[in-house]
């Protein structure tokens, strides 16, 4: 059980486009999804936490503008890339944490490896 | 603002038990979680603990918690060349965020 699909799992685009990254929670309900980034060798950054049906809360640092983040029903959540750059190419990981009580343990897919070239 | 501190690498044989350690600052910490990372891929849950718990035991894996220290420590038994990975200590205090260490690399040998 908690399955979380993410996908694609690698883009490789021109710079300038934009990339949408889907999130999905394949065998429950996800109240919150969170998507982080993760450079080479280091740990996970939390880039925003999405709630279903409402706006999304970005970290310190992070531009709404450019990452936008869509969280229309209780089972997907989608990131979007806004005009990227090559400084955008990075390992891009969603999670997603069931409903119920506060401290359901957050599930992650397996990531999207973003290349702007 | 919450740390969380863990040693970069470990080397052990196969068949050894590995001890990953694992502390943190928060005392108001609620959970605490192990998760797995292969290389190229995503997150994998391997267990979590809530704070009022000392030790929780499943399959292969021990956690035990020294909430005095704040200290966590992640034993695998018997230890296979497919443990290898990246290992991160995550805590959250309530809602569901979570606050993750750096990651400690785990290299199972022959």
């Known amino acids: 059980g908690a399955v979380v699909s993410q996908h694609p799992s690698w883009v490789i685009c021109k710079s300038g486009t934009s990339v949408k990254i889907e999130c999905r929670s394949l065998d429950f309900q996800a109240t919150t999804m969170f998507w982080y980034r993760q450079f080479p060798k280091q740990s996970l950054m939390l880039m925003a936490t999405?709630?279903?049906?409402?706006?999304?809360?970005?970290e310190q640092g992070v531009e709404k503008d450019k990452f936008l983040i869509n969280h229309a029903s209780l089972t997907l959540s989608t990131l979007t890339v806004t005009s990227a750059h090559p400084e955008d190419s990075s390992f891009y990981i969603c999670?997603?944490?069931?409903?119920?009580?506060?401290?359901?343990?957050?599930?992650f897919g397996d990531g999207t490896r973003l290349s702007i070239l | 603002g919450e740390d969380v501190e863990q040693s970069l690498f470990l080397s052990v044989r196969e068949g050894d038990s590995s001890v990953i350690n694992c502390t943190y600052t928060d005392s108001s910490s609620t959970y605490l979680y192990w998760y797995k990372q292969e290389p190229g891929a995503g997150l994998q849950l391997l267990t979590y603990i809530f704070s009022n718990m000392d030790m929780k035991q499943d399959q292969r894996l021990t956690v035990l918690l020294n909430k005095k220290d704040k200290h966590l420590s992640l034993r695998i038994a018997d230890t296979q060349t497919g443990d290898s990975a990246i290992y991160f200590c995550?805590?959250?205090?309530?809602?569901?965020?979570?606050?993750f260490g750096k990651g400690t690399m785990l290299l199972v040998s022959p």
């Open positions: 995550a805590e959250s205090s309530g809602y569901s965020t979570l606050t």
């Open positions: 999670s997603a944490a069931g409903t119920g009580a506060n401290n359901q343990p957050q599930h």
């Open positions: 999405s709630n279903e049906g409402s706006k999304a809360t970005y």
